[in-house]
Structure formats: C-alpha cells, structure tokens
C-alpha cells in the first residue's frame, strides 16, 4: 500500500475527492439507467435535487472548516440552526416587526444574529478556558438545543406565509429554461465569501497557524484568544443563515432541525481532504465533500437502504477517508 501511495503523493487530497465524486456519479448513473431507465447525471437531479439538498450542510461545512483548520470542532452547528430557526419562524408569524419583506428582513437577521451570539459564546469559552472545543461546544449544543424546545414549549411554529418559504424553497429563474434554487445560490455566496477568508486574509493565516502551532502563534504577538472567537463567530453566522433557509424551506419553525447536521459537516470537511488535527482543510475540498455525502444519501435512498443504514456507511466512508489522508501524510 505504501508503494503504491508514494505515486500519488504529489496530488492534493481535493483531487482524490474530486475523482470519488465522479466515481459516484458514474455508478449512479449506471444503476439509475439500468434500473429506472432515467438519467442520474442531468442539471434538473443534480442542481434542483442533490445540489438543493446538500446545500445547507455546505454552507455550516465551510464554517466548520475553520474551526477544525484551527485544531478545534463545533458540535452545536445543529442546535444553532433550531434555535435560529424558530426564532425566526416567531418574528413572521407570532411577532412581526413590519408587513412584508421589511418584517421578514428583521426576523432573518434576527435568526442569523443568534447564529453569531452562540458563536461568541462558543467563541469565550474556548478562548478564555481551559475547555476542550470537543466539550465546549458539546456543552452550548445541549444549551442551544433546549432553548429551541423551551421558546417552542416542543412544538413546532407553522404556518409562515408562502412569501417567506421562498428564502428555503424558491428558485432564481435564470431563464425560461433555467433555475437556480435559492439554497444553492446562497451556499455559492457562502463558499466564496469562506474562500475569500482563508485565501486573501490574515484571519484566514492565523487560523491556520493556530491549527499548526497556536504556542508559536503566540510568541509571535498574535491574539490567538481574539482569533478563536472570530473562527466560532463565522461558525455560528453561517449556522444563523442555514437555520433561516431551513426554516422557510420547511415552512416552519422546528426545535428538531439540524439533529446530527454536525456530523455531516464534519464529514464533508474530512472527506474534502481537511486533516481533522488541524492545519489543512479547503474549502473547495469541503464543497466536494459536502456533494459526496449529498450524492452518498441519493444513491443509498435509491436502494431502499434505511437511514439508520444510511448512517453506518457515512461512517464507514469517514474512516476510509480519513486512512486515505494519513498515508498520504506519511508518503509526503
């Protein structure tokens, strides 16, 4: 086996997720014409169903890939995304501020505003706290998770107006011919803003510093403790702007929603060639592996496997993703 890795050293762990990605497709593809007699591989499956799926999974990947580049983790994604949701999902129905869109603008930055202030806590504890990312943010989990449950007394708020789903099940009609789901267009948004980030700023280098060796990071005059917040504020931003499309794409407010998210992104992170010690991820190589978990669910929906199924095999690709990374560690 290590023969063989050493002539694939030179490649990037993103260029291993890419060819899996089309791997998967081409099997799909096979399967679904065979046995459906229908195309996998078509913009309408791809775009407007895995792509639409997957989607709000990417855009709390690519938050979570900076708190693993910084050799942490954030469990509370999923809880974040309840909380903010039923926030919002309370100020358009329950509580609106205006009518119309000046109303629902209110409640999203209100759902994204609590995205950002579990962020700052999750943000404190780390920075200011001997606690483990792993145990502190495990902790604002269980917190953020029983706040969606005690302000919805456990039920769900339904009914928003037709308007506002929009923002989780509406399209931008390109053309007569073509549409963009607006979850897509908002995890592209996403995805460039994150890029941009660790690319072209010094947040994103001090991240990655951190993740490598926060002690050097220190004497080098760094504020690691104003960075750790600022890497679990994005966490919670992004986590605030998927709990707002959930909610519409949901047309309600659910105190369950986002329930395991965070394993799916810290999935992604790893399959997308982030080493889950910190130091390297991408965020192009998130994106992939958001769109092979995606492409996993479709293909295990289509053999009738069960979601409980479904959850072994995610873990199974985790692990050989993960033995990927470390032998191409050890060869280069």
């Known amino acids: 086996m290590n023969l063989s890795l050493k002539k694939f ?21 096979w399967y679904s014409v065979a046995v459906f007699e229908k195309n996998f591989v078509s913009y309408d499956n791809l775009v407007i169903n895995v792509a639409r799926q997957v989607s709000l999974n990417a855009i709390i990947a690519c938050g979570m890939a900076f708190a693993i580049l910084s050799g942490g983790i954030d469990l ?30 209110v409640a999203i930055a209100a759902g994204i ?8 806590a999750n943000g404190l504890i780390v920075a ?30 339904s009914g928003l107006p037709a308007a506002f789903n929009e923002v989780g099940k509406g399209y931008w009609n390109v053309s007569a011919a073509l549409r963009v789901p607006i979850p897509v267009i908002l995890c592209l948004v ?32 760094i504020n690691v403790r104003k960075i750790y917040i600022q890497i679990y504020m994005l966490v919670g931003f992004v986590s605030g ?30 399959i997308g060639g982030g080493n889950i010690a910190g130091g390297r ?3 192009f190589g998130t994106l992939i592996g958001a769109l092979i978990i995606g492409v996993i669910n479709t293909g295990l929906n289509m053999l009738g496997m069960l979601y409980y199924n479904q959850l072994i095999v995610k873990g199974f690709v985790v692990i050989i993703a993960v033995l990927l990374r470390s032998g191409l560690n050890r060869e280069s």
């Open 76 to 105: 509370s994604v999923g809880a974040i995304v309840a909380f903010s949701g039923v926030i919002t999902a309370s100020l358009v129905k329950n509580h609106p501020v205006a009518p119309g869109w000046t109303g629902y603008g």
């Open 9 to 29: 050293r030179y490649y990037t762990p993103e260029f291993f997720a890419l060819i899996a990605l089309c791997v998967l497709c081409a099997l799909l593809e």
């Open 241 to 270: 702007i998927s709990g707002v499309a959930q909610c519409g794409r949901l047309a309600s407010g659910q105190p369950t929603a986002g329930i395991n998210w965070e394993l799916d992104a810290i999935a992604s992170v790893v």
């Open 128 to 157: 200011y706290t001997k606690i483990p990312p792993f145990v502190a943010t495990f902790a604002t989990m269980s917190v953020a998770r029983g706040s969606a449950y005690v302000f919805t007394n456990g039920t769900p708020i």
């Open 190 to 221: 996403v995805f460039v803003f994150c890029w941009f980030l660790l690319v072209r700023t010094r947040f994103g280098r001090y991240a990655c510093a951190i993740g490598n060796n926060v002690d050097t990071v220190r004497l080098a005059g």
């Open 281 to 283: 991820v991408t965020i």
């Open 113 to 120: 505003a609590i995205g950002l202030l579990c962020g700052l």
